[in-house]
C-alpha cells in the first residue's frame, strides 16, 4: 500500500446488485423452505459455539431456487472488483451462505481469513462478498473496519478478507435480517 493509500481504497460497496422484487422472492422463499440450522462461530483452530453469533444460516447450493440470481449479482460485483485490482485472481466461489437474523441477532467482530470453515471448500479466501437482501429491520449495521455500510435493499460489498477487516454485525433491535455471502478464493 503507498503512503496515499486507505485501507478504505479496498472496500467497494454497490448499490445495486439484485433489485427488490428478486430480493423479496428470495426472502420469502428461503425463509419458508429452507432448513436452518443455528450458526456457529469457528476459528482456524477451533468452533466456538454461539456465543460470538447469533443468527440462522444455510448453504445455498447450485440446485436451490435463485442461486442463479445470486450468482449474478456476485459476479456483477466480484468482477467489477478484480477489474480494478486486477492481480487477483479468482479460482472459485464458496457456496453461498444466506444469513438470518431475528431480533436479538448479531454477530461480533472477526475476520474472514479462514482455511477450512462450515464444511467449505479449503484454502484461504482473497475477497469476502455480501449482499444485503432486505432493509426492512432496525438494527443490524454491518461495521466494516469500524464504518458502518450504508443499509440498502439489493446492495452488496466486496473487501479483502485479511486482518486488516474486521466486521461484524450489530445486534438486530425489531424485524428480521437477511443477508447472503461468499468467500472468493
Excluded at 467489477?80 to 485490482?85: A, R
Excluded at 429491520?137 to 466494516?144: Q, S
Aim: glycine share 8%; net charge negative.
Amino acid at each position: 500500500m503507498s503512503s496515499n493509500q486507505q485501507i478504505s481504497d479496498y472496500i467497494y460497496y454497490y448499490p445495486q446488485v439484485l433489485d427488490s422484487n428478486i430480493c423479496n422472492n428470495i426472502i420469502d422463499h428461503f425463509d419458508k423452505n429452507a432448513k436452518w440450522t443455528t450458526s456457529t462461530f469457528a476459528t482456524a483452530y477451533k468452533n466456538t459455539g454461539t456465543s460470538n453469533v447469533a443468527m440462522d444460516e444455510y448453504w445455498i447450493r447450485s440446485k436451490d431456487e435463485h442461486h442463479g440470481h445470486l450468482k449474478t449479482g456476485f459476479e456483477q460485483a466480484v468482477n467489477d472488483y478484480v477489474g480494478v485490482f486486477d492481480k487477483i485472481k479468482i479460482q472459485a466461489y464458496t457456496q453461498f451462505r444466506i444469513n438470518r437474523y431475528g431480533a436479538g441477532g448479531f454477530m461480533n467482530t472477526h475476520i474472514d481469513n479462514i482455511h477450512y470453515s462450515h464444511g467449505q471448500q479449503q484454502g484461504y479466501p482473497h475477497l469476502t462478498s455480501l449482499i444485503f437482501l432486505n432493509d426492512s429491520y432496525d438494527g443490524g449495521e454491518f461495521v466494516l473496519c469500524g464504518e458502518p455500510l450504508e443499509k440498502k435493499q439489493g446492495s452488496a460489498v466486496v473487501f479483502p478478507s485479511n486482518f486488516m477487516y474486521p466486521h461484524e454485525v450489530k445486534e438486530v433491535t425489531d424485524g428480521k435480517r437477511f443477508s447472503v455471502m461468499t468467500w472468493i478464493l
